[in-house]
């Protein structure tokens, strides 16, 4: 019977670039048979989050198990393969009882994200705030304002932001330090 205490659990998190989700599936598919493969591995998972995060889960026979997978060949290949078309974090956990904080849309700093905002809601304004006074400059302000608001709140929530975080998400999860992925803070 294998003890809990001495296993390892390998969670690496990748980020995948927009518009590469299917090149990304085809490297998944050939990531997790390389790691069933390896020595010491005892099994492993595939999370998929719908803002391109994917966390693999690896469970290793010991820590030092887990290191040589992450040391070997076939897995640096495999990475760096994979870094043309997603981004990185990983960590390693011991013992019974494993905790780890995964990337996620709370990790990604405010400022980036009123920054992005920023960008979408300023030209939109423009474009509407012109079609709105052409169409009914007539009305009192307070009335071409709820038009536009609602307008560019609408336009916004379903078409502006969701592609644009989309388009951004490297930029928006990237850890500035060092480029890898952030994780959740706690």
Known sequence: MEH???S????????????????????ADRFDQAARECAGGRGGMRLEQPNGLVHFIQRFESEEAARRWC???VRRRLAAEADAFSIEHSEIATGDRVQVR????????????????????????????A?????????????????????????????????????????????????SLKKEPG
């Open 4 to 6: 809990w205490s001495r």
């Open 8 to 27: 390892a659990v390998l969670v690496a998190s990748r980020l995948i670039h927009a518009g590469r989700e299917e090149e990304f599936g085809r490297w």
């Open 71 to 73: 040391d070997s060949d």
């Open 102 to 129: 995964l990337p996620s849309e709370a990790s990604v700093p405010k400022w980036k994200l009123w920054l992005a905002t920023w960008a979408a809601v300023f030209p939109l304004l423009l474009v509407m705030n």
């Open 131 to 179: 079609a709105v006074k052409a169409v009914a400059g007539g009305l009192p302000q307070p009335a071409q304002l709820a038009i536009t608001s609602l307008a560019m709140t609408a336009v916004l929530t379903w078409f502006v932001l969701p592609e644009l975080r989309k388009r951004l998400r490297p930029w928006l999860f990237r850890d500035d330090k060092d480029g």
